[in-house]
């Protein structure tokens, strides 16, 4: 992998990401662009104790442009766009409409390929561990900035999820705080450790799934399964077999293997509905251990957290989506109309 940053004309950064060490990245942005300015502020809820994003500044951003002015797309024909080079393999660059900055985080983007009308399942192996690399490296490099916590790499896909832009893309959040899901998580990694003397939940959990019927891919390092208490119609947690905190711990041979699980992984995603059924929107995130001291508290400590990813769904059959209404909204509890284990046999049947 080669890495080159950049500078684009309002003066965020961009970074080249390429398979072959030999590409030079020299072309440079010539659109007349002002200094970002953003208004992200991060307030606290007193009563549930978690946090809220207000970014009033992103009301401006760019809504579902016509293909052929898509700003993630290469500069080429005379049209400029937010990668001044006309061809790329990966591409990582500063949202220029963020909803974290300055003290309060910061977000990128991550462009998966310049194929505009691509999805992440269309890569090949070798693009897919690039982008693995990617994030690796972005999650290395955020995590050291003062302000930031944790780092989540995400990806959005299909216009029911609320994707705004339809180049096949991600996003990476990194936090100033521990967010609230993973606090939940930590909790219950205490609890366990401290009733099991020094037991392992997440250990545990995946050793509960590889013996049992939720099981969908089951790699030499990977392992995939639908949670038992599963929140969508359609979701799977993908765990390395060797637990690691974060992106960064992962030794070479899960790296390797992780291509070949995750795109097939997305492509029963793409076959669970049937044939003729438009793209299937998803959300699949990377969940990481926090960074700092927020890390290790009630006798828990970071190398107890597990990396792993989690991918769902929020259509629940064919033609339908799961909608989040007053149970799931609000009051936070979740109303799953697939079994676990059926949505776990319905992954395996559509193996390629």
């Known amino acids: 992998m080669k890495k080159t940053s950049t500078r684009l004309a309002d003066g965020r ?17 010539r659109r007349p662009l002002e200094p970002t300015v953003t208004t992200s502020e991060i307030r606290h809820d007193d009563l549930l104790g978690d946090a809220v994003a207000i970014a009033s500044h992103r009301q401006g951003r760019t809504y579902h442009p016509p293909a052929d002015e898509c700003p993630l ?7 400029l766009s937010e990668i001044p080079d006309s061809s790329y393999d990966v591409v990582v ?3 220029r409409f963020p909803s974290l900055a300055g003290d309060s985080g910061r977000c990128e983007v991550v462009c998966f390929t310049s194929d ?16 693995l690399d990617a994030w690796t490296d972005r999650t290395s490099e955020l995590s050291s900035l003062p302000a930031v916590e944790q ?6 896909r299909g216009a029911e999820i609320g994707v705004t832009l339809g180049h096949p893309h991600g996003q990476i959040y990194a936090y100033p705080f521990t967010t609230p899901r993973t ?17 392992n939940l997440f250990d545990a959990v995946l050793e509960r799934e590889l013996a049992g019927e939720r099981m ?7 392992a995939a399964f639908v949670p038992y208490a599963a929140h969508w119609p359609y979701e799977v947690h993908l765990y390395p077999k060797r637990r690691v905190p974060d992106l960064l711990a992962l030794d070479e041979a899960a790296r390797t293997e992780f291509p070949q699980v995750y795109l097939e992984l997305l492509r029963r995603f793409d076959r669970i509905f049937g044939e003729g059924e438009p793209a299937t929107p998803y959300i699949s995130g990377w969940h990481q251990a926090p960074f700092g001291r927020s890390a290790e508290s009630d006798g828990v400590v970071r190398d107890d957290f597990a990396l792993h990813l989690e991918l769902f769904t929020i259509r629940r059959t064919s033609g339908k989506l799961k909608f989040l209404a007053g149970s799931e909204s609000g009051m936070n509890v979740f109303i799953n109309d697939v079994p676990p284990e059926r949505a776990a046999e319905r992954l395996r049947e559509v193996a390629s």
């Open 13 to 29: 950064e961009l970074i080249y990401y390429d398979l072959r060490d030999d590409t030079l990245r020299q072309a440079v942005d």
């Open 73 to 79: 797309c290469p500069s080429r024909d005379g049209r």
């Open 93 to 95: 660059f500063e949202n």
């Open 116 to 131: 505009h009308d691509a999805s992440f399942a269309d890569l090949t192996e070798e693009q897919a561990r690039l982008v």
């Open 151 to 156: 780092v989540f790499c995400f990806e959005n």
């Open 183 to 199: 606090a939940l998580m930590l909790r219950s990694l205490a609890r366990h450790k401290a009733a099991t003397g020094g037991g």
């Open 216 to 222: 969908v891919l089951d790699g030499e390092h990977w």
